[in-house]
């Protein structure tokens, strides 16, 4: 079992940053893959960016190229979502999601393990 808590949301300006944090506990794997999503009001739950636990590598969605970098901290079991830039469009629940990194990293199916969610608000 993994637990994942997410903080670090909140109300900014466009324009702004904000960074996100996802800590987890419990159970690990060297294959697991951590995630962002985001599910603004009324809208399906939207990938955001991944990393491989183990190498470091990334995807990112079209929509937050450039703008949002995701890292890890080993160390910490820590994930990050550093997210620049941010327009009003960016405002959402967002997720971490925890799961096995390869094919299909973008995809909710992938994950097996979801936080609660932090909300990011971004006034125009």
């Known amino acids: 079992q993994v637990q994942l808590v997410e903080s670090g949301g909140g109300l900014v300006q466009a324009g702004g940053s904000l960074r996100l944090s996802c800590v987890g506990s419990?159970?690990?794997?060297?294959?697991?893959?951590r995630a962002w999503f985001r599910q603004a009001p009324g809208k399906e739950r939207e990938f955001v960016a991944a990393i491989s636990w183990s190498s470091g590598s990334t995807l990112d969605a079209d929509a937050v190229k450039g703008r949002f970098t995701i890292s890890r901290d080993i160390a910490k079991s820590t994930v990050y979502l550093q997210m620049n830039s941010l327009k009003p469009e960016d405002t959402a629940v967002y997720y971490c999601a925890a799961g096995h990194w390869g094919p299909g990293a973008s995809l909710r199916e992938s994950y097996n393990y979801w936080g609660r969610g932090t909300q990011v608000t971004v006034s125009s």
């Open positions: 419990g159970r690990t794997f060297s294959s697991l893959g």
